[in-house]
């Protein structure tokens, strides 16, 4: 008889820390966008990191996010996109799709952060950037070029328009399959955002 009360009790035990650790409510842990933002990822789960590289917070996550983002399950693929919520916003927008461009992201993108938030630069001319850029041995002719692209203000004008849509009050904020979106100011903590973002990814995944 105890064994058997005792396996009951273990039983009702995982029961309730299953439910209280995937008992995140729309409203209070994360956002359900009255209208869905079209997605990019075809068949995946799209989930879309919103960030800023001048963001502390943004920079702090990024140790922590890069880490999960390698666990996602095979449904789901991974989107980064600056957000623009004013001209203050713009060069963080294109000093990423100048990356982007000259397909310098896997290698700079961490590299920026750690230049804006450790080593203190402000990056505050056209100039300052490039050559900082043309410092890693990028052609400066390459880096100017790039800059003053045709395809990048596209993409950033994108990223402001797609900004809005997302109706976020801030960042770092993470939108799943263009639905739902959290962050740390709804979910408590950053960790807890990335459990939210977890839930949401399962979510969408059913009705797949």
């Not at 789960?45 to 983002?69: D, G, I, Q």
């Not at 939108?175 to 979106?181: A, F, I, M, P, S």
Request: some cysteine; proline content about 2%.
């Amino acid at each position: 008889m105890k064994t058997i009360l005792f396996t009951l009790f273990i039983t009702l035990s995982n029961f309730v820390f299953a439910v209280a650790v995937d008992d995140y409510d729309e409203g209070i842990d994360y956002i359900a966008l009255k209208k869905p933002v079209a997605t990019v990822t075809g068949d995946k789960v799209e989930v879309r990191e919103l960030f800023w590289y001048y963001c502390s917070h943004c920079y702090n996550l990024e140790p922590t996010l890069n880490a999960w983002v390698k666990k996602l399950p095979a449904n789901a693929q991974f989107i980064r996109q600056p957000a623009m919520y004013s001209k203050r916003w713009a060069n963080g927008a294109t000093f990423y799709f100048v990356l982007e461009e000259l397909n310098l992201l896997d290698k700079l993108h961490g590299e920026l952060f750690d230049a804006i938030h450790a080593k203190k630069k402000k990056f505050r001319t056209k100039d300052s950037f490039i050559n900082w850029v043309a410092s890693f041995g990028v052609d400066k002719a390459k880096v100017e070029k790039a800059f003053d692209s045709f395809g990048v203000r596209v993409k950033a004008n994108k990223a402001k328009l797609n900004t809005k849509k997302y109706h976020l009050k801030g960042v770092p904020a993470i939108v799943v399959n263009g639905k739902y979106w959290t962050d740390s100011s709804h979910a408590g903590t950053q960790g807890r955002m990335l459990k939210v973002v977890d839930f949401l990814i399962k979510k969408e995944s059913k009705l797949e």
